[in-house]
């Protein structure tokens, strides 16, 4: 089970960090990841880390403004969000895959948490 939190409304500019706080398995043999879905488009892989977390991704837009963490001690991962677009907006969705690589599809999934960006 994985449940989100951190999402909310901020302004260009702004900053917010996601967690995703995972019950259950193994956490630190899971790859985590977020994705994002934005109205009319499909999900879309944000950034990603691999099971041993010696690896990320970040899709092209959020490089350098995003940064992925974990820590296997609250099995919790973190998606750390600065200087915020309105580009980013978006329902967040953490993702779980069991030994899986930093570019995770996902076999668990979080409900999502809204983050809104206005300009």
């Known amino acids: 089970q994985l449940v989100e939190s951190g999402g909310g409304l901020v302004q260009a500019g702004d900053s917010l960090r996601l967690s995703c706080a995972a019950s259950?398995?193994?956490?630190?043999?899971?790859?985590m990841g977020w994705f994002r879905q934005a109205p009319g488009k499909e999900r879309e892989l944000v950034a990603g880390?691999?099971?041993?977390?010696?690896?990320?991704y970040y899709v092209g837009s959020v490089k350098g403004r995003f940064t992925i963490s974990r820590d296997n001690a609250k099995d919790t991962v973190y998606l750390q969000m600065n200087s915020l677009k309105p580009e980013d907006t978006a329902v967040y969705y953490c993702?779980?895959?069991?030994?899986?690589?930093?570019?995770?599809?996902?076999?668990?999934w979080g409900q999502g948490t809204q983050v809104t960006v206005s300009s």
């Open positions: 880390m691999n099971w041993s977390g010696g690896s990320t």
């Open positions: 993702t779980a895959e069991f030994l899986g690589t930093e570019r995770l599809s996902g076999n668990y």
């Open positions: 259950r398995g193994t956490f630190s043999r899971y790859a």
